[in-house]
C-alpha cells in the first residue's frame, strides 16, 4: 500500500499541481527565510557598538551573519 501511494506522490509532484505545489512551498520557504534575516539585522543593529564589540561583532558583519542566520554559511 505504501508503495502504492508513493508512487502516486511521485506522479502528482511530476504534474502541473505538483510543480505548482512545489513552487509555492519554495515561495513559503523564501519568505520566512527573508523575515529571519529581517529580524537578524533589525536586533543586531539595534545594539549598542559597545554591545557588538563584547560580541566580536562590527557592524559591518551585520549583513553577512544575517544571511548566514537565513540561509546558512555555505551558500
Not at 502516486?8 to 509532484?13: G, H, I
Amino acid at each position: 500500500m505504501a508503495v502504492i501511494a508513493h508512487a502516486q506522490n511521485a506522479a502528482a509532484a511530476s504534474g502541473p499541481r505538483g510543480r505548482l505545489m512545489a513552487a509555492i512551498q519554495r515561495m513559503q520557504e523564501n519568505r520566512a527565510r527573508r523575515a529571519v534575516y529581517r529580524q537578524t539585522v533589525r536586533e543586531l543593529n539595534a545594539l549598542t557598538t559597545r554591545d557588538l564589540d563584547d560580541l566580536g561583532i562590527s557592524r559591518s558583519m551585520i549583513t553577512r551573519l544575517a544571511h548566514e542566520a537565513a540561509w546558512g554559511s555555505n551558500r
